[in-house]
């Protein structure tokens, strides 16, 4: 037979990060680095560094990176996202297509966002109409104080460029990301050990039973009074939930004051409330 001679090109990828202190930590998407042998970074002032990976979460596309410098290195303010509200204004700042330091502008346009694009991971997404291109992963999304609010992460488009809305990680889920990849490498997380159904909007469209007896989501809804919620389907054996007090066929409606609509918002307090 012939022989063939290949010869593999390096693959090179971009994105944007966060720097989120002044001692070289960088916050950015899992999806940016991953598989990646080497991480270059440059900074706004064109000097680059060689970055080190402190660790990654890829059930929430977030990862933790680091950079050695001998001087302080320019931060951003870390802000609350649960008080951002839908109208407010935000910047999105990044490197679309490569161009170094874009900022757009828009509004938040909805928060709480669960787009089913981490295949069953942690989803929380603000919605924003600032343009948000291929490039902008892993940067920042900054209110109108200056304050780091999430990280820039999916565009929605049909067409792979920005088609009107962008999402970004709320920068609630990325402090406790970050404080458990400095301290441990992976994030930890409690589990509550039950098997279930989010009762929200989505239930109006799914009509597939989940029962022999053809029940639906819908159906489940109206037998229990509620609009949404989490319904607990199964308790797992020796889970946390099993040795508690929630039963099947209860639906979870809210956990220390706070409203739980659907399992994106039991999973946001799971992993924002354990340390």
């Known amino acids: 037979g012939q022989q063939r001679q290949v010869q593999s090109q390096p693959r090179v990828g971009f994105g944007s990060g966060v720097i989120i202190s002044k001692d070289g930590y960088i916050v950015t998407n899992n999806h ?18 060689r970055g080190r990976v402190i660790g990654t979460d890829p059930s929430t596309d977030l990862a933790l990176i680091k950079i050695e410098s001998d001087d302080d290195l320019p931060t951003i303010p870390v802000g609350d996202s649960e008080t951002l509200k839908v109208g407010e204004w935000v910047l ?22 669960t787009l089913g694009v981490y295949n069953g991971g942690i989803e929380s997404f ?35 460029a920005y088609a009107g809305y962008g999402f970004a990680i709320p920068t609630s889920i990325m402090t406790k990301v970050v404080a458990d990849l400095k301290q441990y490498g992976t994030v930890q997380r409690a589990l509550l050990g039950i098997k279930g159904a989010s009762l929200g909007s ?49 639906v979870i409606v809210g956990l220390d004051n706070k409203k739980v609509h659907n399992f994106a918002d039991l999973h946001v307090f799971l992993i924002t409330s354990t340390t």
């Open 32 to 49: 940016v680095i991953e598989g990646a042998d080497e991480i270059s970074v440059k900074l706004n002032d064109n000097r680059e560094f």
């Open 92 to 113: 999105a700042v990044g490197n679309p297509f490569n161009l170094n330091s874009t900022v757009t502008a828009g509004i938040v346009s909805a928060k709480a966002r």
């Open 202 to 250: 989505s239930i109006m469209e799914d009509q597939s039973p989940i029962d022999k007896s053809g029940t639906t989501l819908r159906d489940k809804a109206k037998e229990f009074g509620v609009v949404d919620g989490v319904w607990v389907r199964e308790i797992v054996d020796n889970g946390s939930a099993a040795g508690a007090d929630i039963k099947v066929d209860d």
């Open 126 to 160: 603000i919605q924003t109409d600032a343009a948000i291109n291929q490039g902008n992963s892993g940067g920042a999304l900054v209110n109108a104080k200056g304050e780091l609010v999430g990280i820039n992460s999916v565009l929605s488009s049909p067409t792979g």
